[in-house]
């Protein structure tokens, strides 16, 4: 993952959002949400290509690779972690926790992750979510 620009995390991790469904992804849905030129996407995910992270043949849908829906897994699961340390435990609204989780959850490293995740799992602060 270190080989990914913040820009391409953000691209992976949007493909992955949006096909959580098992279906594939459009050039234009990616655009949309990211408010970006469906040129843009189309380099992008020629870069994600040539790396392994996606598939997709022209004009045709961009499917996560193996490695791809991996990694944007482990984004996903640094959000998540940033999110809530700032929300339960710091009291950070929601809104900005989002924000500030995804600036920082490309740059956090693991060890950091890894310590924030047992405090978090031996936190009293944390509100049981069923």
Known sequence: ?????VAMQNYLETIFSLS??????????????LGVSKASVNNAI?????????????????????????????L????????????DVLGVSPEIADKDACAIEHIISKETIFKIRQH????????KKN
């Open 46 to 74: 020629n870069v994600l290509a040539d790396l392994g992270y996606v598939s997709r043949e022209k004009y045709q849908e961009i499917y996560l690779t193996g490695l791809g829906k991996t990694t944007a897994e482990l």
């Open 76 to 87: 996903e699961g640094n959000h998540s972690i940033l999110k809530t340390l700032f929300v």
């Open 20 to 33: 959580k469904a098992g279906h594939g992804v459009r050039v234009s849905d990616v655009a949309s949400h």
């Open 1 to 5: 993952m270190e080989q990914l620009s």
């Open 120 to 127: 978090l799992s031996s936190s009293s602060h944390i509100r």
